[in-house]
Each structure stands twice: as C-alpha cells, then as structure tokens.
C-alpha cells in the first residue's frame, strides 16, 4: 500500500487535469474576421424602420438581416452565434447576452415577472439562479430539492405557492435534468411560468426533449467553466415571439423604442440595460458551437468510466447519468458512518493526491445574509419590504439539500475535455489509495483540515 500523499507519500494524479477551455483555429479565424472587418459591436440602441417586425425576427432570419450598418440585433457573429445556437437547441429565438443572470433577468422581465411578485426556486444552486429574481424586484422563494436528482422537488414547489407565485425558476443542477413533467403540469394548472436555468446542462434532454426548450425561455451559460463558453456571456432561448420581442429591448437600451402608442402592458418591465454581447464574444461562441457535441461526448464517457470504476468502493456512491443527460460535474454521494472518517478530511486527502474535488456550494442560497437580512435595494429590505405593509417571505425548510451540502455531497469537475482514459485512470487510483488507507486517516490530525474545496 503506497503512503498517502497527505501524510509525505507520491501523489497518484501525475497527469496534470485541464480546463474546460479548448481552444483552435475555428475560434482564431472567427475572431480574426471580426478584427479585419473592425466591427466589434453592432448594435444600435435607438429605433429604426420596421423596429416592431425586427424584434419579432426569429434567429434564422435575423442571420441575414443586414439592412444597414448598425442594426438593433446587433452584428453578423451575434446574429450568427444566435441562429446557430437556436438550430441546435430547435428554438425559434436566442437571445444573447453579457452573461446568463442577464439571461435570467431578462427572461423574468419579458414573461412579465415584476416587484413584489414570488418566484419559486430551489434552494441549491449558484447565487446568481436568486439575484437573478432580484432584479426586477421580484422575491425569491426557496424550496427543496430531490434526493433522486438533486433539482427541485415538485412536491415542495406545490407546497410553496401563494396568491403572489408568478413563476418556477428551475435549475437542472451538474447536467441532471429536473422532473419537468411534474413541474410543467404545476405550473400548466396554477398559470405559471416557467423559466429554465440550464447553466449546467447544455444538451441534457427530458423526455427527449432538451432541457430550455420546455419552460416559456431557458438559458445557458457560456462562462468559462461551462460545456461551451467565450469566457462570459449567456443564451436565452424561447419559442415565444412576446418573449423575444421583450427581452431584445431589455438587452439593448429598449427604453429608447417605445412611442406614444405603447400601451402600459407594452412598457412594463422595458428598463433598458446593457446587457449586449461583443462581436468578438460572438465569434467565440460560433467556433464552440461547433465543439459542443463533442465536449458533451467527452464528458458523458468520462462519467460514465468514473461511475463504474468507483462503483465497488464502500462508503462512497457515484451518481450514475442516463445517456440522454449530459455531465457537467460528477457528483458521489458520501457515508461518513460507514468509513468512520469525516468528509472533510477525505476530501483533503483526495486533493493532496492531485484530484480537485468539493463539497458543493458553499452554502445554500437562502443563507446569504442579504436573503436572511432581506435587504438588497437601498436599506429599507426592498424588495421585501417594498412588497406591502405585513408582508412576510415565505421560508420552506431545505432537508434534503442541507443533508447533501453539509455531509454527503463530493464533486469531481475535470471530467471535461481534453482530459480523458488517461487522465480518469489516475484519479480512480487516487481514489482507490486514499480509500483504501482509511486507517490511516482516522489517526491523522485533524486541526488543519480544510473545510471547502475553493474552486
């Protein structure tokens, strides 16, 4: 038995583990067009000719819709990027944007989610999924999530909605797709709207259908970290034209179109930002469109050799994906009893052996103070306190996502492309060391043990 990298040993991982960024002469000529053409945005923010058939355009048309120089669309990459990501998904309309909050905020706004109204959302997820709510003064309620896949659990959604419930804010949490069906019909019998945050699930489909396809708008990111990405930046996609038309003005300085003939209904929500992504954001994104099959490809078969080769090792439980889901992380689910060992000091182990693993998050979202606290807006608890006199947020308990955080949760990241056999054989070793040295670990000392994997 090889002594643990913890406690003086070699390290198992020698392989160094990449970044989710891959990189190649598609996304060089495609930034190289826009830096010879020096276009590196298009946008217009003021109203043209025909404005109100422009932003009902579906992406396909839009592609080359090119009638002046500056459009309120933006330019050819970000009309490119959008099209072609709307083909793939299968939507008539993707909207980009800086970033997916933006996304987020922006798909609430246009479905008409504004102050004082509720949004259910689940408790476990990033914390931009809830200050995307923030946004328009709107109030995030949080509920727990199921023990099967990790999203919300309609039986608590059920439970959490009020007269004020506008809307269901899904997230489908490390590539696992929610009970959509259960939800939609929710949302279907209350008169919901539902908005998919699939930040972690580019290509993971629900009952063959993608995920952000089956919600009123869903969105992807296009961070860094995730499947596809141009470092920052979002998609929102819809097949409803009213959400198109109002989440383009939203993007895009949309106070600036509206005239005397716009009706209240028109004008509700039409807060222009800037949410507008660059030509050269663009014409990233059109060069990782091209590799998103096959990043997702790498990812499912790096999961899926993960999960069978750790299957056997007591006291931990890779979560398996179906084929149709893609993985954007690898969550195990650990059993601190039957090791005898704490997570914590299991996980340090595992990294001192080279493998980047975490807890999760590093809390759940209703535990920021500005939730617990509920101020945001000025100092007064807007937009709590702006809600109305005796107001009082609806507070759900979390049981199954607190007992996931805080004792079970263990989350492998780099199962992404370029890593691959060779990369995933030396982190079931380390695994398989350390695991096999819990002996060993439960005389070690404990004091410097770190808590969080800062990833």
């Excluded at 000529?29 to 932003?55: A, C, K, Q, W, Y």
């Excluded at 439970?159 to 997230?171: C, D, G, M, W």
């Excluded at 693993?357 to 945001?376: C, D, I, K």
Aim: aromatic residues 8%; hydrophobic residues 40%; glycine residues 8%.
């Amino acid at each position: 038995m090889k002594t643990l990298a913890l406690l003086g040993g070699p390290k198992a991982v020698t392989l160094p583990l990449k970044s989710s960024v891959v990189i190649d002469d598609d996304e060089r000529r495609l930034v190289n067009e826009v830096l010879d053409r020096g276009e590196l945005s298009r946008f217009m923010g003021s109203p043209t000719p025909g404005i109100e058939d422009v932003l009902v355009m579906p992406s396909a048309a839009a592609e080359n819709y090119s009638p002046q120089y500056f459009t309120f669309l933006g330019g050819r990459m970000v009309r490119r990027f959008e099209a072609e990501a709307a083909r793939y998904f299968g939507v008539k309309y993707m909207v980009s944007a800086n970033s997916a909050t933006s996304c987020l905020s922006m798909a609430l706004a246009a479905a008409g989610i504004g102050p004082g109204d509720e949004v259910i959302t689940t408790c476990m997820s990033f914390n931009a999924t809830a200050m995307s709510v923030l946004m328009f003064n709107s109030i995030p309620v949080f509920v727990d999530v199921s023990a099967d896949n990790f999203c919300l659990d309609p039986e608590a959604v059920a439970r959490a909605i009020t007269p004020r419930t506008k809307a269901i804010l899904v997230v489908h949490l490390l590539g696992f797709p929610a009970d959509m069906e259960a939800i939609m019909a929710i949302a279907d019998r209350r008169r919901l709207v539902v908005i998919e945050d699939c930040a972690q699930a580019p290509g993971t489909k629900s009952n063959g259908r993608y995920v952000g396809t089956i919600g009123q708008a869903g969105v992807f990111s296009l961070q860094e970290t995730k499947n596809f990405q141009t470092g920052e930046g979002g998609l929102l996609a819809t097949n409803d034209p009213a959400i198109a038309r109002k989440a383009r003005l939203i993007r895009n300085h949309g106070e600036s179109v509206p005239d005397a003939s716009w009706d209240d209904e028109d004008l509700a929500n039409v807060v222009g930002f800037n949410f507008r992504m660059t030509e050269l954001t663009a014409a990233f994104g059109v060069g990782q469109m091209g590799k998103l099959s096959e990043n997702n490809r790498v990812r499912a078969d790096n999961a899926r050799y993960l999960t069978k080769a750790l299957a056997a090792i007591p006291g931990l439980r890779p979560v398996p994906f179906k084929p149709d889901w893609v993985p954007h992380i690898l969550p195990m689910l650990y059993d601190a009893e039957a090791t005898g060992v704490p997570r914590a000091l299991v996980l340090r182990a595992l990294r001192e052996e080279g493998v980047p693993v975490g807890s999760g998050y590093t809390r759940l979202m209703h535990e920021n103070p500005l939730f617990v606290r509920q101020v945001a807006y000025g100092r007064h608890g807007c937009p709590w306190k702006c809600a109305g006199e005796g107001y009082t947020a609806p507070a759900h308990p979390c049981p199954t996502a607190e007992d996931l955080l805080r004792h079970r949760f263990i989350w492998f990241y780099h199962i992404n492309r370029p890593n691959g056999l060779a990369e995933m054989e030396q982190v079931v070793e380390a695994f398989l060391k350390v695991f096999s040295s819990l002996e060993e670990l439960k005389n070690c000392p404990q004091g410097e043990v770190a808590l969080g994997y800062k990833w």
